[in-house]
């Protein structure tokens, strides 16, 4: 296995961080006689070799880990420890994870959560148009002309800061149906930031409530807010067959 791929499957950090610790000579790995060297780049740890970091043992964990949260409001997807609420302290694993699509502070529900950045490239890439489902509440009422306007794609503008300066998109076709007088469900292929609200706003309406509900096979389900739960064993071949 290469090093910095062990050293993150064993929970202690990052593939990137990995590589800043290999790079400042802080690993070493010893072979099955006990002789150490010191770990450079592109290393591979192989069968009966132990890995040490600043001088302490680093025990191989038990691989990848698959979670799946149920996000409350003020929740912050976000992986740096010093912001108050992040997921990654909320959830309490213990092991480090990354979280594979964002939900903003407001909006509740399914978020995935894993180690494996394979898995998260693959649930967040923007051309794999994989389903995530979310049932939303806005202000005023869900006419048979919004849903319409909504499922054909509705142009929005990101002017957010993550691009040069501001985008104008039109969002894909989707699928969207009325739950109530002011709720629908929706499904989308793509994840542009806040993008439901962006959608309502461009159509006039406000959202109160965004809920996922949905990660492709994975569904929430009755998974209470604020609780998490481990991805079964056919959940994450799911995912990796989609």
């Known amino acids: 296995m ?3 791929k062990f050293i993150s499957s064993a929970g ?5 961080a990995a590589d800043s610790l290999i790079g400042e000579g802080r690993v070493q790995v010893e072979d099955a006689s006990g002789r150490r060297r010191t770990a450079g ?14 001088g302490e043992r680093l025990r191989g964990g038990e691989g990848y880990v698959y979670f799946a949260v149920n996000k409350p409001r003020g929740i912050v997807c976000t992986g740096d420890s010093s912001v108050e609420g992040n997921i990654i302290d909320f959830a309490g694993i213990g092991r480090y994870v990354s979280y594979a699509g964002r939900l903003d502070a407001a909006s509740t529900g399914l978020v995935l ?3 494996d950045p394979a898995l998260i490239t693959l649930v967040t890439s923007p051309k794999a148009m994989h389903e995530k489902e979310y049932e939303v509440k806005i202000s005023g009422e869900v006419t048979d002309e919004f849903l319409e306007k909504m499922q054909k794609g509705v142009s929005i503008l990101l002017d957010d800061g993550r691009h ?11 699928r969207a149906w009325r739950t109530g007088k002011n709720s629908f ?3 989308l292929t793509q994840g542009y930031n806040r993008q439901i609200r962006r959608m309502c706003a461009a159509l006039g309406e406000s959202v109160n409530e965004i809920k996922r509900v949905r990660i492709m096979d994975v569904e929430l389900g009755d998974l209470a807010s604020g609780e998490v739960r481990r991805l079964t064993a056919e959940e994450v071949r799911s995912l990796k067959r989609i």
């Open 185 to 187: 469900g929706i499904i």
């Open 12 to 16: 202690y950090c990052s593939r990137r």
């Open 113 to 115: 959560l894993t180690n």
């Open 2 to 4: 290469r090093l910095n």
């Open 41 to 54: 780049l592109g290393d591979s740890v192989g069968e009966g070799e132990t890995v040490y970091v600043d």
């Open 164 to 174: 040069k300066k501001p985008l104008r998109v039109r969002t894909r076709e989707c």
